[in-house]
């Protein structure tokens, strides 16, 4: 393999393992649930983005053909992970989990505790 590419390689593995490392430092040192949720969320998909995109180019030049496992692992992370932490988010807003003072818009969360669902299908047919 060519030495650039390996080096190519093994920078974006690097900038993957960082982001994973800013990510866990941030879910260890921040100072509420909401903050400590945002911090993995954001750099898990960066990261595992990209120690997908040099697994990926790692398997298409040392294999033929192009490799699709990862690109599809990352699909499903990039998806799955703002699903994940909007629901956790939620469940801890209806559970009044307390946030740092300095919070801004703190009004707002009572107003969004008390939305309710909509009731029926029959609101939204003609």
Known sequence: ??????LLIVAILALGAIMLLIGSIGLVRLPDFYTRLHAPT???TLGIGS???ASMLYFSINHEGLSV???IITLFLVITAPISAYMLS???LHHKIKTVSR????HLAETAR???PP????????
């Open 42 to 44: 954001k750099s898990t």
């Open 69 to 71: 496992h990862e690109p």
């Open 51 to 53: 120690i997908g995109l």
């Open 103 to 106: 919070t801004q818009n703190q």
């Open 114 to 116: 008390n939305q309710q």
């Open 1 to 6: 393999m060519n030495f650039f590419l390996e």
């Open 119 to 126: 009731t029926s299908s029959s609101e939204f047919s003609d």
């Open 90 to 92: 939620k469940a801890a």
